[in-house]
């Protein structure tokens, strides 16, 4: 499998520089969502087109993934077509990738840069499969060396390359008035039900919620809102 520099930095000081450094106009801007409180809420500019999310992987949460996929090929689940989703097959990828899902589904709300190396890749992985897509993304060098230079963003040391990592990305987005979970370790997008544009928020922090309960010893969670700068 091949691996990224590990990202150690705030969320907060790499996305921002990685958004410019892909060629993404600074029309829209990833901001912390400081808590899951109405009040903190309404501090976050809207709208909000994405949700990132940073949890910790734990034993806990690894159960409830087995059993999540195993019901939903039982039982089935409704998964618009247009739903741009891609695997993870590179370690420490997971904020690249969580990144990717967040723009590919909104990227008609985006003003990419005419050179934009993200734009680039979107169109040309735009009807591969979420396998090739993550097969094509193992070999798009300027999505790689994007990463690396972010991931010393805010750094004062270099991370190593081998270091482990028990934190992962996933997406939240609105796909067609649906609140999907992107998370290129699972085989399939995740329908979380229906939303809108005015309750996206509210209903992606919901599912955030949900994350934490499952280990509510865990402290190390962390909402990032893609939001209208």
């Known amino acids: 499998m091949s691996t990224f ?23 829209w801007q990833f901001v912390d969502v400081y808590g899951m409180e109405p ?32 019901r939903i090929k039982a039982k089935g689940q409704d998964v618009k077509s247009s739903v741009y989703f891609m695997k993870q097959t590179i370690n420490n990828a997971c904020g690249t990738i969580g990144l990717i899902h967040a723009i590919a589904n909104n990227r008609d709300k985006m003003n990419f840069e005419t050179n934009s190396s993200l734009k680039k890749f979107l169109e040309d992985s ?49 796909v067609g008035g649906h609140l999907y979970e992107l998370d290129g370790r699972k085989p399939f997008p995740i329908n979380h039900g229906e939303t809108s544009d005015d309750s996206f928020l509210e209903d992606a922090i919901e599912v955030c919620k949900k994350f934490m309960e499952r280990d509510p010893e865990e402290l190390r969670f962390n909402a990032i809102a893609l939001s209208a700068a």
């Open 126 to 174: 735009l009807s591969m499969t979420p396998e090739e897509r993550a097969k094509y993304l193992e070999t798009y060098e300027a999505i790689r060396v994007t990463h690396e230079s972010s991931a010393h963003e805010g750094q004062t040391e270099a991370p190593s390359i081998d270091e482990k990592v028990d934190l992962h990305f996933i997406a939240l987005v609105n």
């Open 39 to 70: 009040e903190l809420l309404s501090m976050v500019p809207r709208p909000v087109c994405a949700v990132l999310l940073l949890f910790p992987i734990t034993e806990k949460y690894e159960t409830f993934r087995t059993e999540e996929e195993e």
């Open 5 to 27: 520099l590990k990202i150690l930095g705030s969320p907060h000081l790499f996305l921002p520089y990685f958004l410019k450094q892909l060629g993404i106009h600074p029309d």
